[in-house]
């Protein structure tokens, strides 16, 4: 079964430091890789997505993520964290052959420690 | 219009009232999803439409749930009978390609 897991619920950052949000998926066609973040009272908002190409990815808010087929995970990284990113991340992941159907992990909280 | 608009944004009604929710999508998007997160949860597909296709209705929880989409634009999610584990976050999101969505603010629903 198609499956997307971010394994840590919440994760505390001191501002500055580097950021790494992991997301692992479940099943082994080819998958199209997206990130999102809610703020709070916000609606969700894309960051970045991965559909073909380039296994390092570049979004917005100076975020990236890296597609790694051999360990099924698209990792979200920022070097430095600003107050303003604190909120909820959610990686999601689509398959041709689910009729490109988002499948979404739990999201992870993203706290930052002043 | 600019991006998706759901409303009201706040609903609160009694148990085993019935309950419409809105959805107007970005202007040309026909793709247009329905979700639901809970508390603490992720995103919870609920329903699907593309163009005049039948929706694929696959994450409709109960046969309470219903949702209609109007001349291809406006959606409405319709909730008869609720009940307090209806009580959530409703999501729309609309896209123009089957991948990217677009999402509205939400319509948080408490069930009393």
């Known amino acids: 079964a198609q499956s997307v897991t971010q394994p840590d619920i919440h994760i505390t950052v001191s501002e500055g430091a580097s950021l790494e949000l992991r997301c692992n998926y479940s099943?082994?066609?080819?998958?199209?890789l997206f990130w999102y973040v809610q703020s709070p009272g916000q609606g969700l908002q894309l960051l970045l997505k991965?559909?073909?190409?380039d296994t390092l990815v570049q979004g917005i808010k100076g975020i990236e993520a890296e597609f790694k087929r051999s360990q099924s995970s698209f990792n979200l990284r920022k070097p430095s964290v600003h107050w303003s990113d604190a909120a909820e991340y959610f990686c999601?992941?689509?398959?041709?052959?689910?009729?490109?159907?988002?499948?979404w992990g739990a999201g992870t909280k993203l706290i930052i420690k002043p | 219009g600019a991006g998706v608009s759901q409303s009201p944004s706040n609903k609160v009604t009694e148990k085993g009232k019935d309950v419409e929710l809105r959805c107007d999508p970005i202007?040309?998007?026909?793709?247009l999803y329905w979700y639901r997160q809970s508390l603490g949860q992720g995103l919870e597909f609920l329903i699907y439409?593309?163009?005049?296709?039948?929706?694929?209705k696959s994450g409709l929880p109960s046969d309470r749930f219903s949702a209609e989409r109007t001349g291809g634009s406006v959606s409405t999610l319709t909730i008869q009978r609720t009940q307090q584990e209806d009580s959530a976050v409703y999501l729309c999101?609309?896209?123009?390609?089957?991948?990217?969505?677009?999402f509205g603010p939400g319509t948080r629903l408490t069930v009393l």
């Open positions: 999101a609309s896209s123009q390609t089957r991948n990217e969505q677009f």
């Open positions: 202007s040309g998007h026909t793709a």
């Open positions: 439409f593309q163009g005049n296709s039948a929706p694929d």
């Open positions: 099943y082994g066609a080819t998958p199209y």
């Open positions: 991965y559909f073909s190409g």
């Open positions: 999601a992941v689509a398959w041709l052959d689910s009729n490109y159907q988002l499948i």
